[in-house]
């Protein structure tokens, strides 16, 4: 996970001791003093009065330098702990940042219809059906043709800007921020070809930034609240999973797509990462509820099923009672962008928190929490 903001002690110097001083400078005196009848002979009053007065302002001098220090100390040590404090503040507040969801499409076997959605929410929909060609079993889009997972993938992403096209609310233009794409660059080319055509308001760039999972994520959340108000991400992708024998999942295939803002939707939050053998699994969920601000996990938990779940799920995140796998089939790297959708989805319709569950590019698994957008904890 992210590491917080952390600060060295701040070397606080010891309380005087009073007893010690005052026991030192009472020796002080009488030495002065049996020095003075020991030496009457030899020196003159007035040069055995200034001796013992400047022993005695030396004594009284080291005493007030040494109460001056202690003071100073804890004064710089109080200001140090504020502004050390102040710091943490400031990177939790940055940390607990999130975007709106403004607008979803999710493309599957698994969701084409609305009543099927809400199912799918509620677990109540049953295990999409399989196709058995030869070589393993497939979940597959029935509208996507096409043998070639190449082929299959360019034909999501039309589908997908057909759907979206679909959906928008208005002609208006969109000039994007920055483009995210999770899929091969052909397909890119033709969602982009297929938005020209029927949505020319909407300006795409020839080449997106590759999706890089929560890195992106992270990306994303700080270039919208560095940009004018108003601005828009868009995120999107599609993948086709070649059929495999030896899967213990059917291969399945999907395309995502989301505009993101500031407002206007479900709050995404950052989410954490996971790395195996550098912390504890425990470190992550606890971590989800300090970013989400929640007292209790999220009841419901989208995730496809991962070998490390059960550890999160013991905890109190419920990820096993709500795997994709049996929907959706085997998506690699676009599993994480389909169960935040479904989390998505899940908070706007029921108004409250639900979590997510997936792996990484870079991480062994990722949390997050989305949240309605005027959910209060």
């Known amino acids: 996970m992210k590491r917080t903001v952390e600060f060295a002690a701040y070397p606080v110097a010891s309380r005087p001791a009073y ?24 020196l003159e009053p007035p040069l055995a009065i200034a001796g013992f007065a400047g022993a005695l302002l030396a004594w009284l001098g080291a005493l007030l330098l040494r109460v ?10 109080q200001r140090y702990a504020q502004g050390a404090d102040q710091q943490r503040q400031a990177w939790w507040r940055h940390h607990r940042r999130n975007v709106a969801l403004v607008d979803s499409v999710l493309i599957s076997a698994a969701c084409s219809k609305p009543d099927q959605i809400r199912r799918l929410l509620t677990l109540d929909e049953k295990p999409t059906p399989v196709q058995e060609p030869d070589g393993g079993a497939a979940i597959r889009v029935a509208a996507v043709f096409g043998h070639d997972v190449l082929e299959r993938e360019r034909n999501l992403a039309v589908l997908l800007a057909l759907h979206w096209q679909a959906q928008r609310s208005g002609p208006d233009g969109l000039e994007f921020l920055v483009c995210y794409w999770q899929g091969s660059s052909a397909a890119w080319h033709a969602f982009a070809q297929q938005m020209a055509q029927t949505c020319p308001e909407v300006c795409l760039p020839e080449s997106p930034e590759p999706w890089q999972g929560i890195q992106s994520l992270d990306r994303i959340i700080d270039q919208l609240h560095q940009a004018p108000a108003g601005a828009r991400v ?44 550098t912390e504890p699994l425990e470190s992550i969920a606890e971590r989800a509820l300090q970013q989400s601000e929640m007292q209790a996990p999220a009841k419901v938990c989208m995730s496809f099923a991962q070998p490390p779940a059960a550890g999160v799920s013991a905890l109190g995140w419920s990820v096993l009672g709500h795997t994709q796998d049996p929907h959706f089939g085997a998506l690699a790297q676009l599993e994480a962008m389909v169960v935040l959708t479904l989390a998505a989805w899940y908070a706007e319709q029921f108004d409250e928190p639900c979590a997510w569950l997936a792996t990484d590019p870079h991480y062994t698994l990722i949390l997050g929490v989305v949240k309605p957008n005027d959910w209060n904890n």
Request: aromatic share 8%.
């Open 68 to 77: 001056l220090y202690y003071r100073c100390n804890r004064h710089n040590a």
């Open 234 to 277: 868009l995120c999107a992708g599609c993948h086709s999973s070649p059929i495999d024998a030896e899967s213990p999942h059917p291969a399945g295939e999907a395309a995502v797509l989301w505009l993101l803002g500031t407002d206007g939707g479900v709050s995404v939050s950052r989410g954490e990462w996971f790395m195996a053998g």
């Open 19 to 42: 007893r010690r001083w005052l026991a030192t400078g009472a020796a002080l005196v009488a030495l002065s003093v049996l020095a003075g009848v020991a030496l009457r002979s030899y």
